[in-house]
């Protein structure tokens, strides 16, 4: 039963780096109706910004303040993420508008390549750490429940914390303030908000910046658990099924199916793995997310899709 | 004034319903296959055909099947990768465990496994489209990749986990130098694009079209959409299992299933939209330009480099494709949205009035 539980757990501390990172293509996905193959490289990026921007001003700083070169490092990536929305708007998105999906989905890929090449060229290409001071040793909680106590990381929790705080911001962000409701115009249909007076290219750039923070708090959770390289790139890949089972355009959604997909793979991998020769996780997710998509096309919270001719 | 169609009169039913109706394009296409048949082997040398003319024509083949779904058919697809896996994969279980089992027909075979598969992985197509449907193949790839290295029986329980075929022989002639293997490709690529024109022309093409423009417009007039997208995704199946098994046991002749994983699925869609969606020369431009453009900056950056005196290394050689290549399918998609195909029928048009415009 403890083992039972642990795994679950760490399924949901999964679950929530793929929402993390869903969340990025569904905030994408509503405000321009582009599906941002790219989150993945941002991701990368941003983490990799992130990693060497400390690393280099705690250098500077004689290595005394871990703090001020975490914040250094912090401001210094999004501000290269702030850099990338800007340049994305600028020079691809705004020569885009009104053309076919698979074309932008097509140019997301590009950007991706992009992103990948001059990261590495800026930040280089080793594995580097990040340390926001999280943590690393584990706890036994729930003694009394279970025989043996469930043993969980304390990083774990600040990570789930972070991340839940960062959807509450959102979502605050979302319903309350001018801009959140010009992002919510847009989202509902371009013209009707470009008639009213909300500026388009705007508001791609400030979807983009929240896209690409939102990337910034998942690079630096995953960095620290598990270090900053290439392969991060490959979460954009393990999100997708995320949004489908979830809804491409619910951001309640993206919470919910990332931490369904975690749980499911962990257990699936742990309890079915060993029956099949392992190594399921992958296309467990998307299995699930193609079974939910059978009976419910739109996904679990998504705006039911309607045809008209 | 060299592509003029004035004088040329379609005086029977026949000559309205060829391929190619004006006589420039029929002697063009003629040319073309004349040259790669017979002028390419004498002038090419090895590394020509080992690293660019064999690859292309393979990658081209499975091009054009991905095109006749994505580009004819409207349902995107991100699982191309793995059903050439899976015509290789079934070709060459065909070749061991059956004996005397002719080289084609084991081919055939594995594209016909392909094709079924297609078919049940399609299946999600009569539900969802767009992103949806693209995850929904998205789920074959990671399936196939698994399968391929897991399960013994696919690769006949091969220790090291990788598959290669002895000899490849068709009816006595053995295919081994590589000028034969370009011939080999190139007699496949030749039938399977005679086939896909013709598919395209015939009822079952105007339906795919149909679906693809508008999928209820096209069932209210009484297109059957089941019908029409899963013979879609049988036939570009089809054709990419023929392109898999030909990639396995021609290009490459051993391989293991990383042969065959997402990047090669995202390659092919990239190859389609850059050729041109919904076109057969398309398929070609966009095979050609994903083939040759990584080999090109592979060679070029490093000579650039030494002109203005950087030594570039490996990794930065590297890390620059992926910037050019990025850019340059960002630039493709911004300027020409309909792709190379689009390009050469400008071409085509300019030369039909030049040099007197008016």
């Given at each position: 039963m403890g083992f039972f539980i642990e795994t679950m757990l760490g399924g949901l501390m999964t679950g929530m780096l793929y929402s993390l990172v869903a969340l990025g293509f569904v905030l994408i996905f509503k405000a321009?109706?582009?599906?941002?193959?790219?989150?993945?490289?941002?991701?990368?990026?941003?983490?990799?910004?992130?990693?060497?921007?400390?690393?280099?001003?705690?250098?500077?700083?004689?290595?005394?303040s871990l703090f001020l070169a975490n914040v250094i490092g912090i401001i210094g990536a999004g501000a290269v993420m702030?850099?990338?929305?800007?340049?994305?708007?600028?020079?691809?998105?705004?020569?885009?508008?009104?053309?076919?999906?698979?074309?932008?989905?097509?140019v997301t890929l590009g950007i991706a390549y992009v992103l990948e090449g001059l990261g590495q060229t800026f930040f280089g290409s080793e594995i580097y750490s990040i340390n926001v001071g999280m943590p690393k040793d584990p706890v036994i909680m729930f003694e009394g429940l279970v025989e043996g106590g469930v043993m969980i990381n304390k990083e774990d929790f600040i990570a789930a914390a972070l991340a839940a705080v960062l959807v509450g911001g959102l979502t605050i962000f979302f319903q309350k303030t001018a801009i959140g409701r010009a992002l919510r115009a847009v989202a509902d249909d371009h013209q009707a908000a470009q008639s009213v007076g909300i500026p388009l290219n705007k508001t791609w750039v400030i979807v983009w910046c929240v896209a690409g923070l939102v990337a910034l708090v998942a690079g630096i959770i995953w960095g620290s658990k598990m270090g900053v390289q290439f392969s991060i790139v490959t979460v954009a890949l393990r999100a997708l099924p995320v949004v489908i089972l979830g809804g491409l355009t619910s951001v309640p959604g993206a919470i919910v199916g990332g931490l369904i997909i975690g749980v499911g793979e962990k257990l699936s991998e742990v309890y079915l793995g060993p029956f099949v020769g392992g190594g399921i996780e992958i296309w467990f997710a998307y299995v699930m997310a193609l079974i939910v998509l059978l009976f419910r096309p739109q996904g679990l919270f998504g705006e039911k899709i309607i045809n008209r001719v | 004034?060299?592509?003029?169609?004035?004088?040329?009169?379609?005086?029977?039913?026949?000559?309205?319903?060829?391929?190619?109706?004006?006589?420039?394009?029929?002697?063009?296409?003629?040319?073309?296959?004349?040259?790669?048949?017979?002028?390419?082997?004498?002038?090419?040398?090895?590394?020509?055909?080992?690293?660019?003319?064999?690859?292309?024509?393979?990658?081209?083949?499975?091009?054009?099947?991905?095109?006749?779904?994505?580009?004819?058919?409207?349902?995107?697809?991100?699982?191309?990768?793995?059903?050439?896996?899976?015509?290789?994969?079934?070709?060459?279980?065909?070749?061991?465990?059956?004996?005397?089992?002719?080289?084609?027909?084991?081919?055939?075979?594995?594209?016909?496994?392909?094709?079924?598969?297609?078919?049940?992985?399609?299946?999600p197509s009569l539900r969802v489209r767009g992103l949806y449907l693209a995850v929904a193949t998205l789920a074959a790839q990671f399936?196939?990749?698994?399968?391929?290295?897991?399960?013994?029986?696919?690769?006949n329980y091969s220790s090291s986990g990788s598959v290669s075929v002895a000899k490849l022989e068709v009816l006595g002639w053995v295919v081994d130098s590589p000028v034969e293997k370009y011939l080999f490709c190139l007699a496949f690529v030749v039938v399977f694009a005679?086939?896909?024109?013709?598919?395209?022309?015939?009822?079952?093409?105007?339906?795919?079209?149909?679906?693809?423009?508008?999928?209820?417009?096209?069932?209210?007039?009484?297109?059957?959409?089941?019908?029409?997208?899963?013979?879609?995704?049988?036939?570009?199946?089809?054709?990419?299992?023929?392109?898999?098994?030909?990639?396995?046991f021609v290009y490459l002749g051993s391989w293991e299933p990383a042969a065959f994983s997402v990047d090669r699925s995202f390659q092919l869609l990239f190859m389609v939209i850059i050729g041109g969606m919904g076109s057969i020369m398309g398929s070609f431009f966009g095979a050609a330009f994903i083939v040759v453009l990584p080999i090109f900056l592979n060679q070029f950056l490093p000579f650039l480099g030494s002109l203005v005196g950087i030594s570039v290394s490996t990794a930065g050689v590297s890390h620059a494709e992926f910037i050019i290549f990025g850019s340059l399918i960002i630039?493709?998609?911004?300027?020409?949205p309909h792709g190379l195909a689009r390009l050469w029928s400008i071409a085509k048009q300019k030369l039909r009035l030049w040099p007197f415009p008016h």
């Open positions: 321009s109706g582009v599906f941002n193959f790219a989150q993945g490289a941002m991701v990368l990026v941003a983490a990799l910004a992130m990693a060497r921007f400390s690393e280099w001003s705690n250098a500077a700083l004689g290595g005394d702030f850099l990338v929305a800007w340049a994305v708007e600028r020079f691809v998105l705004r020569k885009l508008v009104n053309q076919e999906g698979a074309t932008l989905l097509m | 004034m060299f592509y003029r169609e004035n004088g040329q009169f379609k005086t029977s039913y026949a000559a309205d319903q060829q391929i190619f109706t004006i006589a420039q394009d029929k002697w063009f296409v003629w040319g073309l296959i004349a040259f790669a048949a017979l002028a390419v082997p004498m002038l090419a040398d090895e590394y020509m055909f080992r690293a660019i003319l064999i690859p292309f024509l393979v990658l081209s083949l499975a091009a054009l099947g991905v095109n006749l779904l994505v580009g004819y058919c409207g349902q995107i697809t991100l699982g191309a990768g793995a059903f050439m896996a899976i015509g290789a994969y079934a070709a060459y279980n065909f070749m061991v465990r059956i004996d005397g089992m002719p080289l084609i027909l084991a081919m055939l075979l594995g594209g016909a496994a392909a094709a079924a598969f297609g078919i049940l992985f399609g299946i399936l196939c990749d698994w399968a391929f290295l897991r399960i013994g029986w696919f690769t005679v086939i896909a024109k013709n598919l395209t022309r015939a009822a079952i093409g105007r339906q795919w079209m149909a679906i693809r423009d508008m999928d209820v417009a096209a069932e209210v007039i009484g297109i059957r959409p089941m019908f029409a997208k899963l013979s879609a995704f049988a036939v570009s199946s089809f054709f990419v299992g023929v392109a898999g098994a030909l990639w396995g630039f493709f998609l911004i300027v020409e």
